[in-house]
């Protein structure tokens, strides 16, 4: 039986940075202007603009070009000075109409499910706790526990490792979660509840979190995935 894992913000939650393209554009400044106080390179950050993408690039760097006893200071700090921004988003966020249905049904179907996200783990806890995603998943993984954040596998692989079997797909939004899955040798489905179907590589395209169950092969009448 392989598992199912989910991202959160744009999958299961609308967050605050869905609504706001302020505090987007505010992170994403915040966040270079961090790294380059930091010492990496401008050039390192050329032409990356997503706050994700501008760490990844930066950890890399760090590992490669700091001795190992600086390299995690930057990721530390840099941990310290997002909290800030995942609360906001955390506090602000709200469930999709289709989440908790899903998610009941694919419990109910026995399905082992994990939760992969690039949040950090006092928001993601805030916000299961806050909107009642508590109880769904066997494992949680956020970026406070790996080295890389998603399209990187390691989420993946360390989710894989915590429930103790094999995952099949990741449910996201982004690119970022596509690229996990293709890393990871998942199945990578997509989910844009617009209806716009996004233009990077993908395996299966839903409007809707029920639309899980059909790909797993779930109906009502069976049992277990």
Known sequence: MKAVLFDLEGTLIESAYQRSSELVSR???STREHLIGLGVPETVLEGLVRSHALRNEAYNWADENLDPEEAPGIRAKMEEFTLEFDMISARESKLYPDTIDALERLRGHGCVMALVTNTSTPAANYVMGRLGLEGFFDAVVTRSDVPRLKPDPAMVRLAEARLGVE???????????AGAAEGAGLSSITIRR????PSFPHDHFIESLLEVLPILGLSPEQPNC
């Open 27 to 29: 992170l994403r400044r």
């Open 167 to 177: 995952a099949g797909w990741l449910v996201g939004d982004s690119s970022f979660d």
């Open 194 to 197: 617009d209806g716009v179907r």
